[in-house]
């Protein structure tokens, strides 16, 4: 089988990139200009890589030849680079995933799975999140993702491809970069107790996020290309739990050995309060199950980080 990985320099490409290579029987295209991924990502992971940017439709033509599944993962993920450029997220992650979408459609790709973000429910006091709860996006982020997801349906119903979306709650795990002021929390928590420096957060800490490990990310997006139910879907995809910036931070003293208390600075905007998924509809429509539970997932995370980061 053959499958293409847009964005699988990035932090959960390559994992989905490794798990699908890891299949002798599968061949895997990675397509990436690396403004965000790294190369050092796919060391020992057998692809083929296309370096080429998903804007460029010569470059994304190329790369779906043949292909049989789409993962989409290529996209600026932050809410905080959103609200500072709007127009390159904008470009990016709704321009570049329709140039994706059509060339998958001209090449008859049978199954398109959009990686989606929870992001795109906003503020919504109602917990958990699920999916028929009206979307409220608080960022371009968001407006981009919510957008990706129009287009989907728009291409199941109109052009009658196979197509799924899957929304992520608050992912982490090794190969998550933790050098940008952009970066997601647990890695920038985690370099700067590594490295002295004591961690910063953005409101009170009490907003809660429903973590959700690397590998039942990867798991999720396997079912969602095999799954006959999910054809057409957008579904949740997360652990169906949630902790706070503070237990986080508790977690993470004790693993690591260290004890602070964190700088506190207004809350941004944008930023959602709290976040938590139900996973009933995925569980339903494709057996998904989280397998790796949050202290498991941490711990291999601060190992990772420890060794390489």
């Known amino acids: 089988m053959r499958y293409l990985v847009t964005g699988g320099g990035g932090f959960i490409g390559s994992h989905l990139a490794a798990r699908l290579a890891a299949d002798p029987n599968n061949e895997v295209v990675v397509l990436d200009n690396f403004s965000t991924g790294n190369r050092s990502n796919l060391n020992g992971i057998k692809v083929t890589l296309i370096e080429g940017d998903i804007r460029d439709r010569t470059v994304v033509e190329r790369a779906v030849q043949g292909v049989d599944t789409v993962f989409h993962q290529a996209a600026l993920c932050s809410v905080a680079r959103s609200m500072e450029d709007p127009l390159t997220t904008h470009d990016v992650n709704i321009t570049g995933m329709l140039v994706v979408l ?5 090449a008859k790709v049978r199954r398109f799975v959009f990686a989606s973000s929870s992001s795109v429910y906003g503020d ?8 028929k709860l009206q979307t409220a996006p608080m960022s371009p982020y968001a407006v981009s993702k919510l957008t990706g997801e129009h287009y989907c349906q728009l291409y199941s119903t109109s052009f009658g491809m196979e197509t799924v979306a899957l929304r992520y709650f608050n992912v982490f795990g090794p190969r998550q970069y933790p050098n940008s002021e952009y970066a997601a929390v647990i890695p920038r928590f985690v370099s700067a107790i590594k490295h002295g420096r004591i961690p910063e957060i953005y409101g009170d800490g009490s907003q809660t996020r429903d973590f959700t490990y690397v590998e039942d990310i990867v ?4 079912a969602a290309s095999t799954s006959k139910d999910a054809a057409g879907q957008i579904m949740n995809i997360a652990c169906g739990n949630r902790w706070s910036l503070l237990d986080l931070l508790g977690h993470l003293k004790t693993l690591m050995k260290a004890e602070f208390s964190p700088i506190l600075h207004p809350w941004r905007v944008g930023d959602v309060r709290h976040s938590q998924a139900s996973i009933e509809k995925a569980r339903t429509l494709m057996n998904f199950s989280p397998g790796v539970n949050f202290d ?3 711990r291999e995370t601060v190992a990772w980080y420890q060794q390489t980061a």
């Not at 059509?102 to 001209?106: H, N, S």
């Open 102 to 106: 059509e060339a998958c459609r001209q």
């Open 219 to 222: 798991q999720a997006n396997i």
């Open 124 to 131: 919504s006091e109602v917990l958990p999140k699920h999916e």
């Open 296 to 298: 498991d997932g941490l």
